[in-house]
C-alpha cells in the first residue's frame, strides 16, 4: 500500500502559499485533497445563500484545478474526526495536513483531529499561513497575553521580524505524474461538490441572484494584480492612500476582503506584493508598516480573539460589559433595520446593500452597527452580528464584532 496523505481544506481555499500542502505532497506516494461539510466549518452553520454560493465557487475552483492535471478533489460530510479516522482505516492514510486556525472556535475540533491521529500513529502536518505571524509566537513574546493595542502587536511583530515569504504552488503536474493515482479511491456521485440546492438555502431576493463576488483562487488571484497596480499608481505619485490620488466611490470590484476571509488569496502573498511595489515606487518619507495598515488590524483581532472562544459573545467574555440592552417590543425594529426599512436612508440603504450583495463598506458596516446598539435602538450587538454572519461574505466574528 502506498504511503497515502490527505491534505485537509478548511479556510485556506488556494493551492499558493499553503505551506501544509507542499509538506504533506513532499512526505506520500499517494496525496488526496479533501473538504468536508461538518455544518459549521467556513461559516456553513450561519451562512446565508450568497455566501454559501461563494464557498461553493471557491470549493469548485479548487476542483478545476485539480482535475486539470487529473488529481481528484474529494468532498465528505460528517465531524471531522470521524470522516478523517474512517479514512484512515479505509485508505491506510499515514500523513494528514492542513492549515493552521488561527480562530479559537475551531481548537476543540483540531484537537480531536490530532488526538483521533496520535491513536492511530498518523503525522499531522499543521502550518500557519492563515495569519502573518503565528499566534502562538506573539503571544509568548508578550508574556502570553494578547496585545491591549494594535502598537503593542507591532513591537512584538518587530521582534520577530517580517513574515515568512509565501511558498510556492504545488507542481500539480508532478503529483499527477510521480504519485500514485486515486482513480480507484474516487466516487463521483459520493464525493461531489454539493450544490445550493443541496443545503436548501434559496436566494431571499432577486439581486442576490445575480453574482458580484465570485468565489476562488483563480478569481482572487487576478483581483490581487488590479489592486496591487491600483497602489502602485498611488505610489508613485507619492500618496500613501490610494483613495487620495484616485477617489473611487464604489470598490466592489477590487475588494479583497471575501478572498482574505477564505483564504483564497494569502494575506501573506498580498502583504509581500504590496510591500515590494511600496519599496519601488514611493519617493516619500517611508514607513514600511505605512500601507499594509489595515493587514496589522485584521492581525490584531485575531490576536485578540486566539484563546478567547467567547470572544464573539458576551456571556462569559471577559473583554465585554453587561449592558442592560433595551428589547421590550423592539423585534419589529429590529426586523426594519435589518430589512433596511428604519426610514433613515444611508441606514437603509446600507443594509440593502448587505442583504442583496453579501459586501459593504466598513464604514457602513460601522454606520449600522452603531445604529442597532448605542446609536438608536441600544439592542444587543449579538443580534446584530447574527445578521452579519448570516449575509457578509467576508465576516469574521473575530474582526466583525468590533464595529458594534
Not at 482505516?89 to 495536513?97: H, P
Not at 456571556?315 to 433595551?326: E, L, S
Request: aromatic share 14%; net charge neutral.
Amino acid at each position: 500500500m502506498p504511503k497515502t496523505g490527505i491534505h485537509w481544506f478548511r479556510h485556506g481555499l488556494r493551492l499558493h502559499d499553503n505551506p501544509a500542502l507542499v509538506a504533506c505532497q513532499d512526505e506520500v506516494e499517494r496525496f488526496i485533497p479533501i473538504f468536508i461539510f461538518d455544518g459549521k466549518s467556513a461559516g456553513t452553520e450561519t451562512c446565508g445563500y450568497v455566501r454559501l454560493r461563494f464557498l461553493l465557487q471557491s470549493l469548485q475552483d479548487l476542483e478545476s484545478q485539480f482535475k486539470e492535471h487529473g488529481i481528484n478533489f474529494m468532498c465528505f460530510h460528517g465531524e471531522p474526526h470521524t470522516v478523517l479516522e474512517n479514512l484512515i482505516k479505509e485508505w491506510e492514510v499515514r500523513v494528514i495536513s492542513f492549515e493552521k486556525d488561527s480562530e479559537s472556535i475551531w481548537r476543540q475540533r483540531d484537537n480531536l483531529v490530532k488526538e483521533m491521529c496520535a491513536r492511530h500513529n498518523v503525522q499531522v502536518i499543521e502550518c500557519v499561513s492563515n495569519t502573518l505571524y503565528d499566534p502562538e509566537e506573539v503571544f509568548s513574546l508578550n508574556n502570553n497575553q494578547p496585545p491591549n493595542t494594535c502598537e503593542e502587536l507591532r513591537k512584538s511583530c518587530y521582534k520577530i521580524g517580517d513574515p515568512e515569504q509565501p511558498v510556492p504552488k504545488p507542481d500539480l503536474k508532478f503529483i499527477a505524474t510521480h504519485l500514485v493515482s486515486t482513480d480507484n479511491l474516487y466516487d463521483p456521485v459520493k464525493h461531489k461538490i454539493p450544490d445550493l440546492e443541496f443545503f436548501d438555502i434559496k436566494p431571499e431576493n432577486e439581486k442576490q441572484k445575480e453574482c458580484l463576488f465570485v468565489g476562488g483562487e483563480t478569481k482572487a488571484l487576478d483581483l490581487c494584480k488590479i489592486r496591487i497596480q491600483y497602489e502602485k499608481e498611488s505610489f508613485k505619485s507619492g500618496k500613501l492612500n490610494p483613495n487620495l490620488s484616485k477617489p473611487v466611490l464604489f470598490t466592489k470590484e477590487v475588494s479583497l476582503s471575501p478572498y482574505l476571509r477564505f483564504g483564497c488569496l494569502s494575506v501573506r502573498k498580498f502583504y509581500w506584493d504590496l510591500k515590494k511595489v511600496y519599496v519601488k515606487n514611493f519617493n516619500g518619507v517611508k514607513n514600511l508598516y505605512c500601507p499594509v495598515e489595515q493587514l496589522f488590524w485584521r492581525e490584531y483581532f485575531y490576536q485578540l480573539s486566539y484563546k478567547n472562544e467567547k470572544f464573539a459573545q458576551v456571556d462569559g467574555n471577559p473583554m465585554c460589559f453587561k449592558i442592560p440592552w433595551d428589547y421590550h417590543g423592539k423585534q419589529d425594529l429590529f426586523l426594519k433595520w435589518e430589512t433596511g426599512q428604519t426610514g433613515f436612508p444611508w441606514i437603509d440603504a446600507c443594509m440593502r446593500q448587505l442583504l442583496q450583495e453579501g459586501w459593504i463598506h466598513h464604514v457602513c458596516r460601522n454606520s449600522v452597527a452603531l445604529f442597532l446598539t448605542r446609536g438608536v435602538l441600544f439592542m444587543s450587538w449579538e443580534r446584530g452580528m447574527r445578521t452579519f454572519l448570516k449575509y457578509l461574505i467576508d465576516v469574521n466574528a473575530k474582526i466583525n464584532f468590533l464595529f458594534f
